[in-house]
């Protein structure tokens, strides 16, 4: 695919985490992120289930029903169809399909649910796809 999701993930969270830098770790963006939406604040709450409860919580608010259990892959799936894309097998490729094509969609699933559209101004949807 000739993208890389470390960076396609930390491009779509920053524009979504308050004071963001170059230097903040990815997963600290993204427990951040996760936590403004899920409102688990608790440090025990593992990343794993941090990403499981947004997922959950993200496919639910469009609409959606999730897959149930807690198995990451389907709930990836799952919101790969929510946003109205073809789902790979892959998840790798699942979180990449969502982070490129869910930017506009995502500002109604945000802390703030009266969100401007200028939190997804930037949709970042061609990061670095050269060969």
Do not use: C, H
């Not at 499981?52 to 259990?69: D, F, H, Q, S």
């Not at 969100?115 to 949807?125: I, V």
């Amino acid at each position: 695919m000739g993208v890389i999701l470390n960076q396609i993930e930390r491009d779509w969270i920053s524009a979504k985490v308050p004071g963001t830098t170059a230097q903040k770790p990815l997963n600290q963006l993204k427990r951040e992120y996760y936590v403004s939406v899920v409102g688990e604040t608790s440090p025990s709450v593992g990343m794993g289930e941090l990403e499981v409860n947004w997922l959950r919580e993200y496919i639910i608010n469009k609409g959606g029903t999730p897959t149930e259990g807690r198995n990451v892959s389907s709930l990836w799936r799952d919101i790969v169809v929510q946003i109205g894309e073809t789902p790979s097998k892959y998840l790798k490729e699942n979180k990449i399909i969502f982070y490129l094509n869910a930017a506009v969609d995502e500002s109604s699933i945000s802390p703030s649910a009266s969100q401007s559209p200028s939190a997804s101004q930037s949709p970042s949807a061609s990061p670095s796809e050269s060969a």
